[in-house]
């Protein structure tokens, strides 16, 4: 909330609401999380929200996630805006690299949290031109050079 007093006798308040985008666990919870890394409330068993795997601490409501689950919000949320396709689990390595779980044996390699548009529309392209007939990994490392393997997929 931002507060502007106008003297002599008035004040305006704005308020921005926050907006989940992932779901962490912890402690047997889940819990909602916006795009800055705030903890923002208990999460609902139905949501739709992508479950966010990184090696950080979940606190409570209120607290803010580390700096080591930021490359994974930084691909949910581009991914939020250019992919059709929902996106199950975003996953965060311990050296910062993210992959993606589209489910069915899908799974994306993202790599470091750079050029992540480019990296997703590469991956969107990819999807278009020839959906997944089974598990399969796509690697868009290199967003001008994607690439995709059959066979299963597992996070690092």
């Known amino acids: 909330a931002v507060v502007a007093p106008h003297w002599p006798d008035s004040v305006t308040v704005r308020v921005t609401e926050r907006v989940p985008l992932v779901i962490v666990t912890a402690r047997g919870g889940s819990f909602l999380v916006d795009a800055s890394g705030r903890i923002l409330a208990p999460a609902a ?7 966010l795997v990184s090696p950080t601490r979940v606190g ?11 490359p994974g919000l930084a691909v949910a949320s581009a991914a939020q805006r250019l992919l059709t396709v929902p996106v199950r689990t975003v996953h965060v390595a311990l050296d910062g690299t993210v992959q993606l779980d589209l489910g069915g044996g899908v799974g994306v390699k993202v790599g ?33 050079e994607p690439t995709v393997a059959a066979g299963g997929f597992a996070a690092a």
Request: aromatic letters at 2%; hydrophobic letters at 45%.
């Open 45 to 51: 068993a139905s949501s739709s929200r992508p479950l």
């Open 112 to 144: 470091p949290d750079t050029a992540v548009d480019a990296k997703l529309v590469a991956l969107a392209s990819v999807l278009a031109a020839a959906p997944p007939p089974g598990p399969e990994t796509i690697d868009v490392t290199v967003p001008g």
């Open 60 to 70: 409570h409501p209120g607290t803010w996630l580390a700096a080591a689950a930021r």
